[in-house]
């Protein structure tokens, strides 16, 4: 700690000042104050002490050489209602809410807190996906997770690749995308209602995105991929909003029984060298039939601000 005995700061022994950060809440509803009783009780009562000795001190060996970081107030404060929220049963719709950071905040770091702090003291089977929407960001956050030791050679943290099929189906929208993006950055800045605004952007894009045409036409490739690339293991399919959540399932349902019915006709009109790959092929395809059955009723509706 920093203090002249009015303003203290806080930062890890082998930080350059300008790591050095304020402490100017005790609980995320506080106003900001920058001063030494703060701080004090912030992180010297024997709680929250303990708490970040634990759980919010980690060495990143992502760069040249070894880091040693201090998560700084709002990761601490926002990490610490995240787990709170992760213990009550009684969650809005299942939902742990939105931790928003601006721009060099440390988002990473703060994914890495929480992740760790989940493991360590509440323990159970949990799966962590992260979403980008950058090539160097995968990179950034795979590399940080790994230096930080939480993601460790046992092949149980991998990438995910993303493969863009709207292109090839005609349907991109990726001119959308990015007006939406520009939209989201321009919003951060003006410090405004968020919501009210992103909703009157999106409206004006809606009806391309959500075309019957369209989702059609993703419905036919999802179904086309899954019964020919796919051997098991589980999907998300994103949309945009909880009713075109529902109209994909429709679709996607639709044209999943008709593809299994081409299949099926298929194999009885083979014959020679076609029949006998087909009657090797069919075990395997048996297995995707049963598994897409035993899983098609655990569906989940989620709105997302893009459509994959």
């Known amino acids: 700690m920093l203090a002249n005995g009015d303003k203290a700061k806080i930062g890890s022994i082998t930080a350059g000042y300008e790591h050095f950060h304020d402490w100017k809440r005790l609980a995320e509803s506080d106003p900001g104050v920058v001063d030494m009783e703060t701080l004090l009780k912030g992180v010297c009562s024997k709680k929250n002490f303990m708490d970040i000795f634990e759980n919010f001190i980690i060495y990143?060996?992502?760069a040249v050489r070894q880091i040693k970081a201090l998560a700084k107030n709002h990761q601490y404060l926002g990490v610490n209602q995240v787990i709170t929220?992760?213990?009550d049963p009684q969650r809005a719709k299942g939902k742990l809410g939105v931790f928003w950071h601006t721009q060099g905040a440390g988002k990473s770091y703060s994914m890495v807190f929480f992740t760790a702090k989940v493991h360590r003291k509440i323990g159970g089977n949990y799966t962590f996906l992260i979403c980008t929407d950058r090539d160097d960001l995968d990179t950034q956050i795979y590399k940080t997770f790994a230096g930080c030791g939480v993601a460790d050679n046992d092949k149980a943290t991998v990438p995910l690749y993303y493969d863009s099929r709207g292109e090839t189906l005609g349907v991109a929208t990726n001119d959308i995308n990015?007006?939406?993006?520009?939209?989201?950055?321009q919003i951060e800045i003006d410090d405004i209602d968020v919501k009210e605004r992103?909703?009157?952007?999106?409206?004006?894009?809606?009806?391309?995105?959500?075309?019957?045409?369209?989702?059609?036409q993703i419905a036919r490739d999802f179904v086309g991929?899954?019964?020919?690339?796919?051997?098991?293991?589980?999907?998300?399919?994103?949309?945009?909003?909880?009713?075109?959540?529902v109209r994909m399932y429709a679709l996607i349902k639709q044209y999943w029984t008709q593809k299994e019915e081409e299949i099926e006709a298929s194999w009885k009109m083979a014959a020679g060298e076609e029949k006998k790959y087909l009657s090797d092929f069919q075990e395997h395809y048996?297995?995707?039939?049963?598994?897409y059955n035993k899983k098609k009723t655990a569906t989940i509706v989620r709105p997302l601000l893009r459509h994959c």
Do not use: M, P, V
């Open 198 to 216: 992103l909703e009157r952007e999106q409206k004006r894009d809606y009806h391309i995105i959500t075309a019957e045409k369209r989702l059609n």
């Open 178 to 185: 990015e007006r939406i993006a520009e939209k989201l950055e």
């Open 60 to 62: 990143d060996n992502s």
């Open 225 to 245: 991929h899954y019964t020919t690339s796919w051997e098991t293991g589980k999907a998300i399919f994103a949309c945009i909003d909880k009713l075109t959540c």
């Open 85 to 87: 929220a992760l213990h």
């Open 286 to 291: 048996e297995k995707i039939i049963a598994e």
